[in-house]
């Protein structure tokens, strides 16, 4: 086991936590480290195909923190913590032991996924799941995709798959197309127009955004599609027909790939772990990032998902107040607060409607790690009756995925953390 | 007002065990319990059915258990993952092969069959223990079970046999034919069998009982890592002694392919919190009985607290001072394979029948010495 020790210690190298880095060592004077459990910084957004980010606020912000002499762990997953001020982590090296007097959670946000009939087919996947596989390397070049479910990243998924060469039959969005519109045009007002530019350059390249709509059920196609992918004999590059409701209609597509994703549920393990009071799944946080524990700040999806602006302002915000700088992070809570009108109007617009929650059938698995079906879990009325009973939960995920969707199938409140927060070897527990 | 004939407090196992056993007896059940079946200390214990002899009482009553279980396990469904997979109990040197040899013969004189491994033999039956070790004591008869859906199961055969399950409600006081609940419900009962695990000594000051913490840590799917439940001989002494904290080598498989491993015994530790130092002292000694475990996934961990008793016995029978209230309560680590030998022996009391085994060693009225 090794032993580090920082001043400020962030945890999680996405936006928020870069900006939080690069922040917290501007002024000097103190040691600062910043963690994330991949080979690469830049966290689900910014996360680069070779080690180079495309986006060139990432380039600036490690610029900076290179200048800085800010410490990068990479690699890194932290699993637990002790005594107030020391969190473990394993790493391929083995367990590292980390000492810290500020703390800053960066630790973003999952991909929501909710169940419904053909789910756990080969080639059903998340939406931003098949562009992390594109860019570790999947060839998509020439193949069918839908890509599904709800909110912004839908059309940045769409947008990137195309470039790399993918046919992008459709992008599926459940949000009414009212509250998408109504979305679109607040954009006008807002700091970044990705919104906007994406849902632009979506439809310049001609991909179809239907709104109103959400898969309803997924099988393996019967016969090979229209541009002649025929299933190989693996089964794994079997095409797929995609049900969807349109509108209200029934339509069916078919594709090669159905990338599904319901928004976004932020990562509040560890912020739960270290005893951080929470609100209505989201940490607690006041103007300065501050949770209700002194020395631990908060910044970007686990405070309220909001996209890449709110994380790096909270992000810039914590750094500054975990570092001392109260004064000079004041100047920036009017932008952080327009980031955050910008999270509500995300979020109001692309609310999940209640027909989501009647497509799953008795037989559809729920639980993936434990194969747990809708049908045993309908018998339950609270999730640690269905832990117990049912061992919904209770693989390796650690109920991550079907915790989620049963919160939101069911209403069940699925809290209680404890340590390891992620799997980990025995030997480093 | 419904008058029960028999009102249960706890839908644990034994709890559960009891509703049952009395169902089964044409009594009208009622099983109280404040969070739902198996949620307290059932859930978090390990589920071996195991004949252990740290006294002739303890082994005359998990004997017992054990065929009861056995002849059970014909009509547990899959959910409960009943696998009569055997124990070993592994000894790292001669002394504690000597042992294993005695408690051979000891079991021998009671009918159980129990065969020596010395170390080619125990390898063989688990390749992945430590080449070091001297041999071990092989129980084919043990078994293991999922208790919660064991608890579920007796709780299921209860109600259809007419039981009541309450959930919901925390009892607060026992007298006379009453339970009354924290919300002031009364509930009536003939009988009243205290069956609250670690929480029973808060309704009945007389039961001596006090929670000794656990930890459980638990890997992802390894199929046939292990094969047996394994214990090293040392576990006795760890379950027996009175120091603070104690750890043994306690690994079972389970049919998932997942392995549990255990085992701590912590008095005086009353959060439910995960102690990481008593978590790696309990994995270090694993690592010692099967190094190979270092590399195994760990998914999650867990505590819970046994209902301990000054002398490791379980109070079961009539509370002194009350008329038929009962005690089945105070198994200490012992629940999941002592529920059913509990639920024969207060089933016989309240209906006046011939005990299989003596009751004497587990009434609540006995004099306790501390050993």
């Given at each position: 086991?090794?032993?580090?020790?920082?001043?400020?210690?962030?945890?999680?190298?996405?936006?928020?936590?870069?900006?939080?880095?690069?922040?917290?060592?501007?002024?000097?004077?103190?040691?600062?480290?910043?963690?994330?459990?991949?080979?690469?910084?830049?966290?689900?957004?910014?996360?680069?195909?070779?080690?180079?980010?495309?986006?060139?606020?990432?380039?600036?912000?490690?610029?900076?923190?290179?200048?800085?002499?800010?410490?990068?762990?990479?690699?890194?997953?932290?699993?637990?913590?002790?005594?107030?001020?020391?969190?473990?982590?394993?790493?391929?090296?083995?367990?590292?032991?980390?000492?810290?007097?500020?703390?800053?959670?960066?630790?973003?946000?999952?991909?929501?996924?909710?169940?419904?009939?053909?789910?756990?087919?080969?080639?059903?996947?998340?939406?931003?799941?098949?562009?992390?596989?594109?860019?570790?390397?999947?060839?998509?070049?020439?193949?069918?995709?839908?890509?599904?479910?709800?909110?912004?990243?839908?059309?940045?998924?769409?947008?990137?798959?195309?470039?790399?060469?993918?046919?992008?039959?459709?992008?599926?969005?459940?949000?009414?197309?009212?509250?998408?519109?109504?979305?679109?045009?607040?954009?006008?007002?807002?700091?970044?127009?990705?919104?906007?530019?994406?849902?632009?350059?979506?439809?310049?390249?001609?991909?179809?955004?239907?709104?109103?709509?959400?898969?309803?059920?997924?099988?393996?196609?019967?016969?090979?599609?229209?541009?002649?992918?025929?299933?190989?004999?693996?089964?794994?590059?079997?095409?797929?027909?995609?049900?969807?409701?349109?509108?209200?209609?029934?339509?069916?597509?078919?594709?090669?790939?159905?990338?599904?994703?319901?928004?976004?549920?932020?990562?509040?393990?560890?912020?739960?772990?270290?005893?951080?009071?929470?609100?209505?799944?989201?940490?607690?946080?006041?103007?300065?990032?501050?949770?209700?524990?002194?020395?631990?700040?908060?910044?970007?999806?686990?405070?309220?998902?909001?996209?890449?602006?709110?994380?790096?302002?909270?992000?810039?915000?914590?750094?500054?107040?975990?570092?001392?700088?109260?004064?000079?992070?004041?100047?920036?809570?009017?932008?952080?607060?327009?980031?955050?009108?910008?999270?509500?109007?995300?979020?109001?617009?692309?609310?999940?409607?209640?027909?989501?929650?009647?497509?799953?059938?008795?037989?559809?698995?729920?639980?993936?790690?434990?194969?747990?079906?809708?049908?045993?879990?309908?018998?339950?009325?609270?999730?640690?009756?269905?832990?117990?009973?049912?061992?919904?939960?209770?693989?390796?995920?650690?109920?991550?995925?079907?915790?989620?969707?049963?919160?939101?199938?069911?209403?069940?409140?699925?809290?209680?953390?404890?340590?390891?927060?992620?799997?980990?070897?025995?030997?480093?527990? | 007002?419904?008058?029960?004939?028999?009102?249960?407090?706890?839908?644990?196992?034994?709890?559960?065990?009891?509703?049952?056993?009395?169902?089964?007896?044409k009594l009208k059940v009622v099983v109280i319990d404040a969070?739902?079946?198996?949620?307290?200390?059932?859930?978090?214990?390990?589920?071996?059915?195991?004949?252990?002899?740290?006294?002739?009482?303890?082994?005359?009553?998990?004997?017992?258990?054990?065929?009861?279980?056995?002849?059970?396990?014909?009509?547990?469904?899959?959910?409960?993952?009943?696998?009569?997979?055997?124990?070993?109990?592994?000894?790292?040197?001669?002394?504690?092969?000597?042992?294993?040899?005695?408690?051979?013969?000891?079991?021998?004189?009671?009918?159980?069959?129990?065969?020596?491994?010395?170390?080619?033999?125990?390898?063989?039956?688990?390749?992945?223990?430590?080449?070091?070790?001297?041999?071990?004591?092989?129980?084919?008869?043990?078994?293991?079970?999922?208790?919660?859906?064991?608890?579920?199961?007796?709780?299921?055969?209860?109600?259809?046999?007419?039981?009541?399950?309450?959930?919901?409600?925390?009892?607060?006081?026992?007298?006379?034919?009453?339970?009354?609940?924290?919300?002031?419900?009364?509930?009536?009962?003939?009988?009243?069998?205290?069956?609250?695990?670690?929480?029973?000594?808060?309704?009945?000051?007389?039961?001596?009982?006090?929670?000794?913490?656990?930890?459980?840590?638990?890997?992802?799917?390894?199929?046939?890592?292990?094969?047996?439940?394994l214990i090293e001989l040392g576990y006795l002494r760890s379950?027996?002694?009175?120091?603070?904290?104690?750890?043994?080598?306690?690994?079972?498989?389970?049919?998932?392919?997942?392995?549990?491993?255990?085992?701590?015994?912590?008095?005086?530790?009353?959060?439910?919190?995960?102690?990481?130092?008593?978590?790696?002292?309990?994995?270090?000694?694993?690592?010692?009985?099967?190094?190979?475990?270092?590399?195994?996934?760990?998914?999650?961990?867990?505590?819970?607290?046994?209902?301990?008793?000054?002398?490791?016995?379980?109070?079961?029978?009539?509370?002194?001072?009350?008329?038929?209230?009962?005690?089945?309560?105070?198994?200490?680590?012992?629940?999941?394979?002592?529920?059913?030998?509990?639920?024969?022996?207060?089933?016989?009391?309240?209906?006046?029948?011939?005990?299989?085994?003596?009751?004497?060693?587990?009434?609540?009225?006995?004099?306790?010495?501390?050993?």
């Amino acid at each position: 086991m090794s032993r580090a020790a920082a001043d400020i210690l962030i945890v999680g190298g996405g936006p928020a936590g870069l900006a939080a880095a690069s922040a917290a060592a501007r002024h000097g004077g103190l040691s600062v480290t910043i963690l994330d459990n991949n080979p690469f910084f830049g966290g689900q957004i910014w996360r680069p195909q070779t080690g180079i980010a495309r986006s060139a606020r990432a380039r600036r912000l490690f610029k900076e923190i290179d200048e800085k002499a800010v410490t990068i762990i990479r690699n890194a997953e932290v699993f637990a913590a002790e005594a107030d001020d020391r969190l473990i982590a394993q790493t391929p090296a083995g367990r590292i032991d980390l000492k810290f007097e500020q703390l800053v959670l960066a630790t973003g946000a999952r991909e929501r996924f909710l169940p419904f009939p053909g789910w756990a087919l080969p080639n059903v996947m998340g939406a931003g799941g098949l562009q992390a596989l594109v860019k570790c390397g999947l060839n998509v070049a020439g193949k069918r995709v839908v890509v599904a479910g709800t909110g912004p990243l839908l059309l940045a998924v769409g947008e990137y798959l195309r470039s790399k060469g993918a046919l992008v039959a459709a992008i599926v969005e459940q949000a009414n197309s009212a509250s998408v519109y109504r979305f679109a045009r607040g954009m006008l007002r807002s700091p970044a127009k990705l919104f906007q530019a994406a849902a632009l350059r979506a439809k310049l390249i001609g991909i179809p955004y239907l709104a109103d709509s959400w898969v309803t059920a997924a099988e393996l196609a019967r016969s090979p599609i229209r541009n002649g992918f025929a299933p190989d004999a693996s089964g794994r590059e079997g095409t797929l027909s995609v049900m969807f409701s349109r509108k209200g209609k029934p339509e069916t597509i078919e594709c090669d790939y159905l990338a599904c994703g319901y928004h976004l549920v932020p990562n509040i393990e560890l912020a739960g772990l270290l005893g951080c009071e929470v609100v209505d799944g989201h940490v607690a946080a006041d103007e300065f990032q501050k949770t209700s524990i002194p020395n631990i700040f908060c910044a970007g999806e686990p405070t309220g998902i909001g996209g890449v602006e709110k994380a790096l302002i909270e992000g810039e915000i914590a750094g500054l107040a975990a570092s001392g700088h109260k004064d000079k992070a004041s100047v920036l809570l009017p932008r952080a607060n327009e980031a955050r009108r910008f999270a509500d109007s995300l979020n109001a617009a692309f609310a999940l409607r209640d027909e989501l929650k009647t497509l799953a059938d008795d037989s559809t698995i729920v639980c993936r790690c434990e194969d747990v079906q809708y049908g045993k879990l309908k018998e339950f009325d609270n999730w640690r009756s269905a832990k117990l009973q049912a061992r919904c939960g209770m693989g390796p995920c650690q109920g991550r995925v079907c915790g989620a969707a049963a919160e939101f199938l069911f209403g069940w409140k699925t809290g209680s953390v404890r340590p390891p927060i992620f799997p980990v070897r025995s030997e480093d527990l | 007002m419904q008058i029960f004939d028999a009102a249960i407090i706890g839908a644990g196992i034994v709890g559960a065990a009891c509703a049952a056993a009395l169902s089964r007896e044409k009594l009208k059940v009622v099983v109280i319990d404040a969070y739902g079946p198996a949620t307290g200390t059932t859930a978090a214990g390990m589920g071996h059915i195991v004949a252990m002899d740290d006294s002739e009482a303890q082994f005359a009553l998990t004997n017992y258990s054990r065929k009861l279980w056995n002849a059970l396990a014909e009509e547990l469904p899959l959910e409960c993952e009943y696998e009569r997979c055997g124990t070993i109990w592994v000894a790292t040197n001669e002394a504690e092969m000597d042992e294993a040899r005695k408690k051979q013969d000891h079991y021998a004189a009671h009918g159980i069959e129990a065969e020596m491994l010395n170390t080619k033999a125990l390898l063989e039956a688990e390749p992945n223990l430590a080449e070091s070790l001297a041999g071990g004591l092989l129980v084919r008869g043990d078994s293991v079970v999922y208790q919660i859906g064991a608890a579920q199961y007796l709780l299921d055969k209860a109600v259809n046999l007419g039981a009541e399950v309450r959930i919901g409600g925390r009892a607060k006081k026992i007298t006379k034919g009453r339970v009354e609940l924290m919300g002031g419900e009364i509930i009536a009962a003939e009988h009243i069998i205290n069956a609250a695990g670690a929480a029973a000594s808060e309704l009945s000051p007389q039961l001596k009982i006090v929670k000794r913490k656990g930890h459980l840590v638990i890997t992802d799917r390894y199929n046939g890592f292990i094969r047996h439940q394994l214990i090293e001989l040392g576990y006795l002494r760890s379950a027996h002694g009175r120091d603070a904290d104690s750890v043994a080598f306690n690994v079972q498989p389970r049919k998932t392919g997942q392995i549990l491993l255990g085992s701590s015994r912590q008095f005086g530790a009353e959060t439910n919190e995960i102690d990481t130092a008593i978590v790696r002292r309990m994995t270090a000694r694993a690592f010692e009985y099967m190094p190979r475990m270092k590399r195994l996934s760990v998914i999650r961990t867990w505590t819970g607290f046994r209902p301990a008793t000054p002398d490791n016995l379980p109070y079961i029978g009539k509370i002194p001072g009350f008329e038929k209230v009962y005690a089945a309560a105070g198994h200490e680590g012992l629940g999941i394979t002592t529920s059913l030998g509990t639920a024969e022996l207060l089933a016989a009391e309240i209906l006046g029948r011939r005990p299989a085994i003596s009751p004497e060693p587990y009434s609540p009225s006995r004099n306790i010495t501390q050993h």
